[in-house]
């Protein structure tokens, strides 16, 4: 299996083992990932370090990952930064709110974490990494 070239990926998760959890995985394929458990933090992050990816829960304990989402797209050119939602909000209207505030794909806990390193490489426009072989 190849290594991802090093992109650098912000997870937003108040969980922080579900964070280390996820850090690692992406790690695991070379990339490089960042942790913050809040939605402010996380945009001054952002701002400062613009990563290749957000991964971003909706239930965040400051404000909710949907405003975060629709502050990114606000801030920085729209659709620069993909958007990952990764959270526990699995009706079909918390989707669509998800895909109205900004994400460009929508997983829910618990998670694959094959479907979500899955996801992650086509958001950066990678080749699958499994099938396989």
Not at 44 to 47: L, M, W
């Given at each position: 299996m190849e290594k991802a070239r090093s992109?650098?990926?912000l997870i937003v998760e108040d969980n922080e083992s579900l964070a280390r959890m996820v850090k690692m995985s992406l790690e695991s394929m070379g990339?490089?990932?960042h942790t913050e458990t809040q939605g402010k933090s996380a945009l001054?992050?952002?701002?400062e370090r613009q990563p290749d990816l957000v991964i971003l829960d909706i239930n965040l304990p400051d404000c909710s990952g949907l405003q975060?989402?629709?502050?990114?797209?606000r801030l920085h050119h729209p659709w620069?930064?993909?958007i990952l939602m990764l959270?526990?909000?699995d009706k079909p209207v918390d989707q669509?709110?998800?895909?109205?505030?900004g994400a460009d794909a929508y997983l829910t806990k618990p998670?694959?974490?094959t479907e979500l390193l899955e996801t992650v490489a086509l958001l950066m426009g990678e080749a699958a990494i499994s099938n396989g072989g």
């Open positions: 992109k650098h990926i990339y490089t990932a001054t992050y952002v701002a975060v989402a629709r502050e990114l797209r620069a930064i993909p959270t526990i909000n669509l709110k998800g895909f109205a505030h998670f694959n974490s």
